[in-house]
């Protein structure tokens, strides 16, 4: 995982205006209208923004959504990794869902940058997330018939723990750069991730983790530089995309450390998500469902392939030159086999 607002492209936004003037005649005119229009849907005034009322033990909170597009057969509500994460991740999603007609959510999650952050660490918890997207789903009016829910990293672990439970409300299933196993996680990270670093760089960073001294500057410094560029984003930091730096700038670190811990190799200490496995009920999990795997992901891209094959009806995307976050740095293949895998589950091909 990782510790990692919305634009719409204006050129984009610009060329399907005009695509609706009565002087253009294109054959899809009549699609890229529809797709602008906001429907049935309630939230023109705010220009597709909703604060969604979230029930929790401790209280109600409001947590942010944001529609883009139309398409009453194909809704994608988009899980950020972190936990802790925003939506932010996913702004390139906007220079290709559009054009391929697929109406799409972005979402920050209770305790995200654009969500309320309440200060009650045992919000901090797998099974009132699944209950929050449960809400979050009703609230939008998604069903089986539309809702296809998309999850990356700890997104993925979400996805998989609703689907587990609430399968029946989904048509279809994304989990990209996620494993089913936090042991086997934390186990790639030891054994096959840390043993690639240059020896002398990789017993620097153990001596921080030793010392428990996550915080140290010098640490943050090596993991980016040797581990970040490596198997988080494949570009220098220099270049990394501005919507990957409000991510990071706007990560809430409580819900981060509480979840996964605040070590980078693997999950440590009494981190909430430090024994999650669900190897063992994928077989259960019925509706159509994509992995996504890349080379260099920080998760095994072999696990993500057998999670394709443990599940009843599902397909496996791998990203060659892809690493967590392959929708930046393996962008064609990625959105290519995303788009592909939409298309055929609500053409009725899986």
Known sequence: MYPIKFLVSTLLIIGLLNACQPSVNEGNQEQN???????????????????????????TFKVWTKRVGNNPTVKVLLLHGG?????????CFDGYFPQANIEYYYYDQLGSYYSDQPKDLSLWDLPRFV?????????????????????????????????????????GLIISNMVSSIPEYSEYADKVLAPQ????????????????????????ELLFEHYYTAHILRLPTDQ???PINRGFKHLNPDVYVTMQGPSEFGIKGDATLKDWDVKD??????????????????????????????????RFLFCPNGSHLCQFDDQKIFFEGLISFIRDVDNGAM
């Not at 936990?83 to 996913?90: D, F, K, L």
């Not at 069903?143 to 439970?165: E, H, P, R, T, V």
């Not at 983790?209 to 943050?220: C, I």
């Not at 509706?287 to 999670?307: N, R």
């Open 240 to 242: 990394w995309p501005d």
């Open 131 to 171: 209950e929050e997207v449960e809400e979050v789903r009703l609230a939008l009016g998604l069903n089986k018939d539309n809702f296809f829910l998309f999850g990356q990293s700890w997104g993925g672990i979400l996805a998989m723990q609703y689907a587990l439970k609430y399968q029946e409300h989904l048509k």
């Open 83 to 91: 936990p802790g994460m925003t939506h932010e991740i996913y702004e």
């Open 33 to 59: 209208c529809a797709y602008l229009q906001s429907g049935n849907h309630n939230d023109a005034f705010m220009g597709g923004i909703r604060l969604i009322p979230i029930t929790t033990p401790k209280g």
């Open 281 to 314: 009920q994928l077989h259960t999990i019925t509706v159509p469902t994509l992995t996504i795997g890349a080379k260099y992901d920080t998760m095994d891209p072999e696990h993500m392939k057998w999670i394709s094959k443990e599940v009843k009806n599902g």
């Open 197 to 220: 670093l240059p020896p002398e760089v990789l017993k620097e960073i153990m001596v921080y983790e030793n010392a428990e001294e996550y915080d140290n500057p010098r640490y943050l």
